[in-house]
């Protein structure tokens, strides 16, 4: 069952509270490494918690950086850091991470538990819209191909340049993960029956999974998991 005592925003797309709730008590909650649970209950304090990582999607993330002996990783957009420890405690001691993110603030919200995980050498946090960072790393062409895995959670009007230069900085069999690529399910509803607010990123969200869908660089996989990650393996 649950270890914690605060209750966490939902993220499941499943048929029900109760069953999204099963899976997180059953499979995933009991693995959970402690320093994620502190991390996963300060961020529910946070006025925008919903935007964390869900911790079902981190279970997957986990097991895919270990599959590929990840070493030298990008997450874009880090918002408390959930993701980020979890990256940072699957990769071996010598591991890096480049993190990107225009919020300082946040990141220095759950930074005092990474800083007692003891991983917080292997993270470079750099305050900065990605873009520029991303078109800096490739202005050296020692760095095209070098990194196993990246993660991006963050302005969805940029998913697809993105995509675009992680193609070029991720090695061959390197893996991007792109979160909230169902949005809610609002994906699969007529536009009129979706909040106007919404609307936006539900077309761009579209857009980028018929992107990806259509890329012949990568093998891709949509998953169900949180608000929906695709899972997409560079193949060439």
């Given at each position: 069952?649950?270890?914690?005592?605060?209750?966490?925003?939902?993220?499941?797309?499943?048929?029900?509270?109760?069953?999204?709730?099963?899976?997180?008590?059953?499979?995933?909650?009991?693995?959970?490494?402690?320093?994620?649970?502190?991390?996963?209950?300060?961020?529910?304090?946070?006025?925008?918690?919903?935007?964390?990582?869900?911790?079902?999607?981190?279970?997957?993330?986990?097991?895919?950086?270990?599959?590929?002996?990840?070493?030298?990783?990008?997450?874009?957009?880090?918002?408390?850091?959930?993701?980020l420890l979890l990256t940072a405690l699957s990769i071996p001691d010598d591991g890096k991470i480049t993190a990107?993110?225009?919020?300082?603030?946040?990141?220095?919200?759950?930074?005092?538990?990474?800083?007692?995980?003891?991983?917080?050498?292997?993270?470079?946090?750099?305050?900065?819209q990605a873009l520029p960072v991303l078109d800096k790393l490739l202005e050296e062409h020692e760095n095209e191909?070098?990194?196993?895995?990246?993660?991006?959670?963050?302005?969805?009007?940029?998913?697809?340049?993105?995509?675009?230069?992680?193609?070029?900085?991720?090695?061959?069999?390197?893996?991007?993960?792109?979160?909230?690529?169902?949005?809610?399910?609002?994906?699969?509803?007529?536009?009129?029956?979706?909040?106007?607010?919404?609307?936006?990123?539900?077309?761009?969200?579209?857009?980028?999974?018929?992107?990806?869908?259509?890329?012949?660089?990568?093998?891709?996989?949509?998953?169900?998991?949180?608000?929906?990650?695709?899972?997409?393996?560079?193949?060439?």
């Amino acid at each position: 069952m649950e270890q914690s005592g605060k209750k966490n925003p939902s993220k499941g797309l499943l048929q029900s509270e109760e069953l999204y709730q099963y899976l997180l008590e059953t499979s995933v909650y009991p693995r959970e490494p402690e320093p994620l649970k502190e991390l996963r209950d300060i961020t529910a304090t946070h006025p925008k918690a919903v935007m964390a990582t869900a911790p079902d999607a981190g279970q997957l993330m986990d097991m895919l950086l270990r599959l590929v002996n990840a070493k030298k990783t990008i997450e874009i957009g880090v918002f408390t850091g959930y993701s980020l420890l979890l990256t940072a405690l699957s990769i071996p001691d010598d591991g890096k991470i480049t993190a990107i993110d225009v919020d300082r603030q946040a990141y220095e919200m759950g930074l005092p538990v990474i800083r007692k995980a003891g991983v917080e050498h292997k993270i470079n946090f750099i305050e900065s819209q990605a873009l520029p960072v991303l078109d800096k790393l490739l202005e050296e062409h020692e760095n095209e191909g070098i990194f196993d895995f990246a993660f991006v959670d963050a302005d969805k009007v940029n998913y697809k340049n993105y995509h675009e230069r992680l193609m070029k900085l991720l090695k061959m069999g390197g893996i991007v993960v792109y979160d909230n690529t169902l949005r809610g399910g609002t994906v699969a509803m007529p536009e009129e029956l979706v909040a106007e607010n919404l609307r936006e990123n539900r077309r761009l969200t579209i857009e980028l999974n018929n992107f990806l869908a259509a890329d012949p660089r990568v093998q891709i996989c949509l998953a169900p998991l949180g608000d929906g990650i695709t899972i997409c393996r560079r193949v060439c």
